[in-house]
């Protein structure tokens, strides 16, 4: 089972778009571990996405991620970062999947609504960044045995 953080971003947030991207995570068949709706720091946002930091486009990212409130989520499931980085669809929306949220809400790489991580271990340590152990969720979804094989 793979952990994926996923953020509706803060143009996501104020298009009312939360919603959208819930509902299409949950109809995946994807289980939802952990929500919050924050404001996020400049500090964490350094943080998180400091593997960019000296791209010409990291301060604007900082920007636009520290702008207005984000809904910080934790999804799970088996292959759980592929899918979910297959629902958003590719970082710049003109190359996303038709059907995929970037493809279907948004133009420009800057304002691309959502992020997912990008590998199970990375996964693993942008939920242990953005989530305290006890925001995790343990619960049992009486479903799971008819959308997960194993
Ligand atoms: P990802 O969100 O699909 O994993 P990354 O390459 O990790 O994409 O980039 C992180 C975020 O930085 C993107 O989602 C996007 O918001 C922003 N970004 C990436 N490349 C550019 C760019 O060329 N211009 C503006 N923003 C960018
Ligand atoms: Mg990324």
New binding site residues.
Partial sequence: MERSLVLVKPDGVQRALVGEVVSRLERRGLRLVAAKFIQVSKELAETH?GI?KGKP?YD??IE?IISAPVMAMVWEGPSAIAAIRQTMGA?RPTEAAPGSLRHDFALE??R?LT?AS?TPENGASEVALWFKKEELVDWNREVDRWVFEK
Wanted: proline share 0%; hydrophobic share 25%.
């Fill in positions: 996405y960019h486009f604007g990212l636009y970082t790489v800057g691309n992020h990008d």
